[in-house]
């Protein structure tokens, strides 16, 4: 596995008091980065009385790698107004970014209220952190500020030579991904490539994202039953399928909101973005191959893409007013999740026998039997625990890496 840096990187927060809930919200971002890795310092804990408080600031602002700017509607105007200890911290911040010229240690994060009204002048034209949104938008980017301060931001690919105009790979296509050929993954892992599963892997809280569709819009379990079984017995392609369900899904008025609304009693599993931040640090290609429904990762995973360099899934069809128009079914589903692995290991130059698959779902045994690693996650009665590899039954993706980080 890989290792961990040498040196804790430490920020402190400046924040403005506006409200003992506010200031709650700032205690619970600071131990959240406090218990991944990150050495917060913050007036709360470490100003004592007595101590003499500009004192304290300009201290901190020197010392620290990185300075947390908590940005509020109050915050702007104390800072603007050059009031209080948020003003005079916001001389000794705009004081040390004209001398030092250091400007990536100063952090904006936008609490609440609009940038406009809630960032400093002075800040006004800097990248900032958007930890205003519901759970899934707020992960992200906490995700985003984490990996800032641990300096392991997802670095860009290599550039490789070019190879022509135009030049399309069969996998990015299929996947809806990147169009031009891209160089394999640089990795000494004995592992180059790994897949996953998302209805009930990645996201847990249900078998199948379709179900929870059929039983949120008053569909009996055996009228889906049913439609599957069709499949299954080959009287319909699974593009057929998925185009009757969304048939049945229209007649029901569904809406992109009231998918949200259904996606919602789900949850990503934990240490989502520790374990890919880990596995994209290593090198391995990573793909989603899945028989789900792409609303559900977008409202799950909104920064998807960010992860996973080829992803196969459903994707549904929204007209201009949110309704349900139709399906892009996806041809790797099934014996079909196989084929995504072989189309992605063969375009990257890499063997069977150096992919690793994570899943959980009956759907899944045939890629599990080809690939040279298979996990359960988790096993499941009808899942691929009977041929699976691996089984890792608790809740927390990062038990993956010790079995596929491998040097």
């Known amino acids: ?45 470490h100003a004592a009385p007595g101590d003499q408080l500009p004192a304290f600031m300009e201290r901190e ?39 030092a ?18 960032a400093p002048s002075w800040l006004l034209g800097k ?12 992960e992200a980017s906490y995700q985003q500020l984490l990996g800032t301060l641990l300096g392991e931001a997802v670095a860009a690919p290599p550039i490789g030579a070019r190879k022509g105009a135009g030049a399309v790979t069969a996998a990015a296509a299929a996947a809806g991904g990147p169009a031009l050929k891209e160089p394999a993954a640089v990795t000494l892992n004995r592992y180059k490539v790994i897949a996953f599963d998302l209805d009930g892997t990645l996201l847990r809280g249900l078998q199948f994202s379709w179900t929870l569709v059929w039983e949120a819009l008053g569909y009996s379990r055996e009228f889906a039953r049913r439609g599957m079984q069709r499949y299954r017995a080959g009287r319909i392609s699974y593009a057929e399928w998925c185009k009757w369900a969304c048939e049945m899904f229209i007649a029901r008025g569904l809406t992109r909101e009231r998918i949200r609304e259904i996606a919602g009693t789900t949850k990503l599993t934990s240490n989502f973005h520790l374990a890919m931040r880990t596995l994209k640090r290593e090198g391995l290609v990573t793909a989603l191959v899945s028989g789900g429904i792409d609303t559900f990762l977008e409202d799950k995973i909104p920064d998807y893409k960010q992860w996973f360099d080829y992803v196969f899934i459903n994707r549904l069809v929204f007209d201009e007013n949110g309704f349900l128009r139709g399906v892009d079914a996806t041809q790797y589903d099934f014996e079909g999740k196989a084929e995504a692995v072989e189309l992605i290991c063969r375009e990257k130059g890499f063997s069977r026998s150096e992919a690793v698959f994570v899943g959980e779902g009956f759907n899944d045994d045939h890629v599990a039997a080809v690939v040279g690693l298979s996990i359960a996650y988790p096993p499941t009665s009808q899942g691929i625990s009977t041929i699976a590899d691996v089984a890792i039954d608790r809740d927390d993706l990062t038990a993956i890496l010790e079995h596929v980080i491998t040097h």
């Not at 010229?101 to 009204?117: C, H, M, T, Y």
Request: aromatic share 12%; charged share 30%.
């Open 1 to 45: 596995m890989a290792g961990t840096a040498t040196r804790t990187p430490k920020a402190f927060i400046s924040y403005s008091w506006d409200s003992p809930d506010h200031r709650e919200w700032v205690r619970r971002l600071a131990t959240r980065l406090r218990a991944d890795g990150v050495d917060v310092r913050l007036d709360l804990w």
């Open 61 to 99: 602002i020197r010392e620290n790698d990185f300075v947390l700017i908590i940005c509020t509607g109050r915050y702007k105007q104390r800072s603007d107004a050059r009031g209080g200890g948020v003003g005079y911290e916001g001389d000794i911040m705009a004081g040390e970014v004209f001398t």
């Open 101 to 118: 010229r250091n400007q990536r240690k100063f952090i904006p994060v936008l609490a609440s209220g609009e940038w406009a009204d809630a």
């Open 127 to 138: 990248f900032y952190i958007d930890l205003r949104g519901p759970e899934a938008q707020w």
